[in-house]
């Protein structure tokens, strides 16, 4: 048997199926209110439902491959209507961002054109909406108030309550009556009015409800448009079983000027760039940078793009003046991410940043929260509209202050990262797509006291498109990094400075570089444990691993060792480079060294020259004993760093970047009795 009701539907012959709910705009903001005649198919065994003015907790699980996700909601009982005893069930999920964020990724047709109708009802209706922020739960005040406001005008014109429509006023449009006998101001917004606006069957995007063997637990599915393309927009409103129409009708001529004029904008979708054109898109990064005026060494634009790739927060460090914030603001500028477009964002450290109020936010005396730089381009970020384009954020000067004071909260939401949704393409999972990441909240919504905090910052996470780059100069005025910052990051150093790389003119017959339009994966990170990468590039992560442990028993004499959050990192910027086919793989293994392991040897111990001889040794390769008579360098080592047979053996080494720095280590330890890779 069918049934159906409204925006419900359901097959009794589809096994396990509770019903299916067609998409609408309150489904973004708060959740789903569920029909009188469909209330049972929620009910467990006897029967059971939450009396009126009860709630209990429920759960909503979606499965995509072999990933299930799990999202918190409520079901809902309550009285709408005294003294006719009339009530509403309800599936909310008013807090829980990240089911909201997840709902429009996945229904971004409808939300988009839920959100366009409500601000062309108000514009038609006198209202100022420009439709720019309707469709946000957390910023649609302004608006709503616009909406509403051309609701009360309307609704005034109705006939009566009961749900009958009279057709007035000069624009020909329907007068829409308010719900039964709720506050008229209070049912015109689409993501506050259960099924208030609905895309017409054709253009319907579908919830499916499912039962398990849980009880209060529901399995769900998406039946979306598949990314049809988006011609103009017509809607229809359910209430109380009627249709109504929000456009009169219009002569020929205004008709077609109406259509033009409210056509909904579609943006065109950015291309996905496979594995095998990776290697030409960077080059053309380069080639950008290049013709700007800007000349890197070579390989290190490429070393930039798989230290993001591998993990969003990357470090520049070297003398000032050599170009790492320039790096940024260029790479960031040949992916379409400006100051001017909001997604570049430069934030100044200063010296008196002891914690992470300047960073991300505070309360005044009042309670109203002050959002920082930090906090206001991560909203920008989170935006389902902008979650194909990646946020680039600079810290310039970042050890000017204390890392640890002001950015821990941020360095350890960077281990909550998850991903929580799979694309999918032909039913099959498609490894190589990245689907949405994000982390724990960095503002979860108890913190705020304010409702307007709550709704604009609320549950502020950190999402898979943001990207965060810190510049630094180590020298007498800064602060070295601990092991955490430094195991969290990718850091690249690049000190060795040629001045006689002049910026040369624009070549004629050289074409210009454009600016690369890409997908989120491009930079997105494909892997976030190392489980997924093993099946199929196993052999590179053991070799890997083997090699590394063989670096961590030299590393241990002096408590250096990594652990297993470097081994991944390491194992994935080489599967990056083996599948872009970027660099060589000791060139990728050399680039890690210099990251990953390097950096966290300091001191004034013999102990800490053993290990560097021992790491150069390593470095070497299988020419390094006859490159040497290593006895003697535990007295001094200085034919590794000086002398014609010094750079002979350095530039044959299997490593040639890690050796090189190691003797520039060495040197120091012989000279001044102290070591430490921050050293220029």
């Excluded at 079901?75 to 005294?82: K, Q, S, T, Y």
């Excluded at 909201?100 to 409500?118: C, G, I, N, P």
């Excluded at 689409?190 to 609905?198: E, G, N, Q, V």
Aim: charged share 25%.
């Amino acid at each position: 048997m069918i049934k159906q009701n409204g925006s419900w539907w359901k097959d009794d012959r589809i096994p396990g199926l509770i019903a299916r709910k067609q998409v609408d705009g309150f489904l973004f903001g708060h959740g789903f209110e569920i029909p009188p005649d469909f209330r049972a198919d929620f009910a467990e065994e006897g029967g059971s439902l939450p009396a009126v003015g009860e709630s209990r907790p429920v759960r909503l699980l979606h499965q995509s491959g072999d990933t299930i996700a799990t999202y918190e909601a409520r079901l809902e009982h309550w009285r709408i209507a005294v003294p006719s005893g009339k009530s509403s069930l309800e599936i909310r999920y008013d807090s829980n961002k990240e089911f909201k964020d997840f709902l429009r990724s996945a229904f971004q047709m409808t939300y988009r054109e839920v959100e366009e109708w409500a601000a062309r009802f108000a514009r038609q209706q006198g209202g100022d909406g420009d439709g720019k922020e309707t469709g946000s739960s957390a910023e649609h005040t302004t608006q709503q108030t616009a909406v509403d406001n051309a609701s009360a005008r309307s609704s005034a014109s109705t006939e009566n309550s009961s749900g009958s429509a009279e057709r007035g006023g000069s624009s020909g449009a329907r007068r829409i009556p308010p719900r039964g006998s709720v506050e008229i101001a209070a049912v015109r917004n689409p993501f506050d009015t259960p099924d208030a606006y609905l895309p017409r069957e054709e253009r319907a995007e579908y919830l499916y409800i499912y039962e398990t063997d849980t009880p209060f637990t529901y399995r769900i599915e998406l039946r979306t448009l598949g990314g049809r393309e988006l011609s103009r927009a017509h809607f229809h409103i359910a209430e109380a079983g009627a249709e109504y129409s929000v456009e009169g009708e219009k002569a020929e001529g205004e008709a077609a000027e109406a259509s033009t004029l409210n056509a909904i904008p579609v943006p065109r979708p950015l291309p996905h760039i496979p594995d095998k054109e990776v290697r030409g898109a960077i080059a053309g990064v380069s080639a950008y940078i290049r013709q700007r005026g800007f000349s890197f060494p070579d390989g290190l634009v490429e070393h930039f793009y798989l230290s993001l790739k591998t993990r969003p927060f990357v470090i520049l460090a070297g003398i000032s003046g050599t170009g790492k914030t320039q790096l940024a603001r260029l790479f960031a500028e040949a992916l379409g991410s400006t100051p001017d477009n909001g997604r570049f964002t430069l934030i100044p450290v200063r010296p008196d940043w002891n914690d992470p109020a300047d960073l991300i936010g505070y309360k005044d005396l009042s309670g109203a929260f002050k959002p920082g730089p930090l906090t206001l381009a991560l909203k920008e970020a989170s935006r389902p509209e902008n979650a194909e384009y990646p946020y680039f954020i600079v810290l310039d000067e970042m050890n000017l202050a204390r890392v640890e004071h002001y950015f821990s909260d941020v360095l350890s939401l960077m281990e909550t990262r998850r991903r929580y949704v799979l694309q999918e393409r032909d039913g099959a999972l498609d490894v190589s797509q990245v689907g949405s990441i994000v982390t724990q909240p960095l503002l979860p919504e108890a913190s705020l006291e304010r409702v307007q905090d709550r709704a604009l910052y609320g549950n502020l996470a950190i999402p898979g498109n943001v990207y965060v780059v810190g510049t630094v100069n180590m020298d007498e005025t800064t602060y070295p990094f601990s092991k955490k910052v430094l195991d969290r990051a990718g850091t690249i150093e690049f000190n060795h400075i040629d001045l006689m790389r002049l910026p040369q003119l624009f070549a004629e017959v050289e074409q210009e570089a454009e600016v690369l339009s890409a997908d989120r994966h491009l930079l997105g990170s494909d892997y976030l444990q190392l489980v997924d990468a093993m099946e199929n590039h196993s052999k590179l992560i053991e070799r890997t691993a083997e090699e590394l442990a063989r670096i961590n028993g030299i590393l241990e004499e002096i408590q250096a060792h990594v652990g297993f959050r470097v081994r991944d990192a390491v194992c994935f910027y080489l599967i990056y480079n083996e599948r872009f086919g970027l660099m060589t793989r000791a060139e990728a293994f050399d680039a890690q060294l210099m990251q990953k392991i390097l950096p966290r040897i300091q001191g004034s111990r013999f102990l800490v020259k053993r290990v560097l001889l021992d790491l150069l040794r390593h470095c070497l390769g299988s020419e390094a004993e006859k490159a040497f008579d290593w006895r003697e360098l535990e007295d001094s080592a200085e034919s590794v760093y000086s002398g014609r047979r010094s750079r002979e053996a350095l530039a044959a080494a299997r490593y040639p970047q890690s050796a090189r720095k190691i003797a520039y280590m060495l040197r120091r330890l012989d000279e001044d009795g102290f070591t430490s890779y921050w050293l220029s």
